[in-house]
């Protein structure tokens, strides 16, 4: 695979919303072939490209542009966490004679992978598997929240709605979700003291104050606009981070705080280079 940086002019100039991030530059990521599912590791040092249909798992190394294929499984690219020692924790989905899960832990040191939870036909995702974390999930669009092994669902805005997109802040002390309809909102851990943040999708936790989504429109079949949005969930300020010139969608962030990478329905991935120490 070849992988190539282009600059490219997608910052947004407009000056029409206030300074949440100091953007230093947008950057294209070049693949020798379309870009389906792709996702930036905490490090900032390596993507992970998956299948529409999330079916296997490869690993791009952004400063020697070699590619490592860690998984060919079914449903390997969903909700892959990837740990502090680089580690991969992923899903394999059976599906004959039944449809069951296994959870998979790649070993960065080794190159190898071993199983941490074997099949079972319940829902589970990777950071349910992993021991000590504090997880949340959206098993049957419901918030499930996972603190010292014990379980409690969560409603923060009724049990009729369907909660998505669930992540819990780098502190440990909020929840970031988005409800199907309604928007984006931020809770503490009981599902309390709700910030409504709007249409922000696929958000992700920038740090402990800002998160990072897009904000899109559809004409019913297709995405026909989206810019990706910063948003400080204490003051509401917000900044739109592109133009309109590229629908930029799915972000993810690099656990320093200086790259956002994002997505576009035509197969092509872009970094976000924000300069925070300033």
Same mark, same amino acid.
């Given at each position: 695979?070849?992988?190539t940086y282009i600059i490219?002019?997608?910052?947004?100039?407009?000056?029409?919303?206030?300074?949440?991030?100091?953007?230093?530059?947008?950057?294209?990521?070049?693949?020798?072939?379309?870009?389906?599912?792709?996702?930036?590791?905490? %490090?900032?040092?390596?993507?992970?490209?998956?299948?529409?249909?999330?079916?296997?798992?490869?690993?791009?190394?952004?400063?020697?542009?070699?590619?490592?294929?860690?998984?060919?499984?079914?449903?390997?690219?969903?909700?892959?966490?990837?740990?502090?020692?680089?580690?991969?924790?992923?899903?394999?989905?059976?599906?004959?004679?039944?449809?069951?899960?296994?959870?998979?832990?790649?070993?960065?040191?080794?190159?190898?992978?071993?199983?941490?939870?074997? #099949?079972?036909?319940?829902?589970?995702?990777?950071? %349910?598997?992993?021991?000590?974390?504090?997880?949340?999930?959206?098993?049957?669009?419901?918030?499930?929240?996972?603190i010292g092994g014990v379980?409690?669902? &969560?409603?923060?805005?009724?049990?009729?709605?369907?909660?998505?997109?669930? %992540? +819990?802040?780098?502190?440990?002390?909020?929840?970031?979700?988005?409800?199907?309809?309604?928007?984006?909102?931020?809770?503490?851990?009981?599902?309390?003291?709700?910030?409504?943040?709007?249409?922000?999708?696929?958000?992700?936790?920038?740090?402990?104050?800002?998160?990072?989504?897009?904000?899109?429109?559809?004409?019913?079949?297709?995405?026909?606009? #989206?810019?990706?949005?910063?948003?400080?969930?204490?003051?509401? +300020?917000?900044?739109? &981070?592109?133009?309109?010139?590229?629908?930029?969608?799915?972000?993810?962030?690099? %656990?320093?705080?200086?790259?956002?990478?994002?997505?576009?329905?035509?197969?092509?991935?872009?970094? +976000?280079?924000?300069?925070?120490?300033?």
């Amino acid at each position: 695979m070849k992988l190539t940086y282009i600059i490219s002019a997608l910052l947004c100039t407009t000056g029409l919303s206030a300074q949440v991030l100091h953007v230093d530059s947008i950057r294209e990521i070049r693949l020798s072939h379309p870009i389906e599912k792709i996702e930036l590791a905490p %490090s900032g040092n390596y993507l992970l490209l998956s299948n529409y249909n999330y079916q296997g798992i490869t690993k791009v190394d952004l400063a020697t542009k070699t590619e490592q294929v860690v998984t060919q499984a079914a449903g390997a690219g969903y909700r892959t966490k990837v740990l502090e020692n680089g580690d991969i924790v992923y899903r394999e989905v059976t599906n004959a004679p039944l449809h069951t899960t296994a959870i998979k832990r790649y070993i960065a040191s080794t190159g190898k992978s071993t199983t941490i939870l074997h #099949s079972t036909r319940d829902n589970v995702l990777p950071s %349910s598997a992993i021991k000590g974390d504090n997880v949340v999930t959206n098993n049957d669009f419901h918030l499930q929240l996972t603190i010292g092994g014990v379980k409690r669902t &969560l409603a923060p805005l009724g049990n009729d709605k369907r909660y998505i997109w669930p %992540s +819990i802040s780098p502190n440990g002390k909020k929840l970031l979700f988005f409800v199907s309809g309604q928007g984006a909102y931020v809770s503490d851990l009981n599902g309390e003291n709700i910030i409504e943040l709007g249409t922000l999708r696929a958000a992700k936790w920038y740090n402990n104050h800002i998160v990072v989504g897009q904000r899109d429109e559809d004409n019913g079949e297709v995405t026909t606009s #989206s810019q990706i949005i910063a948003k400080n969930i204490t003051t509401g +300020i917000e900044q739109i &981070l592109t133009e309109t010139n590229v629908i930029a969608m799915y972000p993810s962030v690099s %656990s320093q705080g200086d790259k956002i990478l994002f997505s576009t329905p035509e197969g092509k991935a872009f970094m +976000i280079h924000i300069n925070n120490k300033e």
